[in-house]
């Protein structure tokens, strides 16, 4: 027998060795991806609602406050029953704390559930998986009459 005959044989185990070892990894990361993804638009429209609150002047939590997010999160969707909003797509809660002066940041932890860096990808090769937010806490002037 030639070496030649046995190469489809063994293109076919090696790949399946591959799929074994290495699929598991690929789904997950795959998965990852496409909840960094929805994480990345659902966390975007809750700042976007809190930046609205602040700016009207209602009340929000404050950075530090994990109990007071949780409410608000589940007051301002209350309309989604079928999980807890107060949770990001890792089942990890959402964090709310102050960045630099009335800055804070609204933050998933990620995939890894780490503290780290906020990443501007859904691959999180900048360092970090983190999904941030930035949120102004100094309420805007009143604008004056035209």
């Not at 930046?51 to 209602?58: K, S, V």
């Not at 994990?66 to 589940?74: K, S, T, V």
Request: aromatic letters at 6%.
């Amino acid at each position: 027998m030639n070496v030649k005959s046995f190469l489809p044989i063994l293109f076919v185990v090696g790949g399946s060795v591959l799929v074994v070892t290495q699929g598991p990894k690929a789904v997950a990361k795959a998965q990852n991806m496409v909840k960094t993804k929805l994480q990345r638009g659902e966390l975007a429209e809750t700042a976007k609602s809190m930046r609205l609150d602040i700016a009207e002047a209602r009340k929000v939590p404050r950075p530090g406050h994990p109990d007071d997010l949780a409410d608000y999160l589940r007051e301002l969707r209350a309309a989604e029953k079928q999980k807890d909003v107060a949770l990001d797509a890792w089942q990890r809660p959402f964090l709310l704390e102050w960045d630099q002066g009335r800055q804070a940041v609204l933050r998933s932890r990620g995939a890894n559930g780490d503290r780290d860096a906020c990443t501007t990808e859904d691959f999180g090769s900048d360092g970090g998986d983190d999904i941030c937010e930035r949120i102004d806490f100094t309420p805007p002037k009143p604008r004056e009459a035209l």
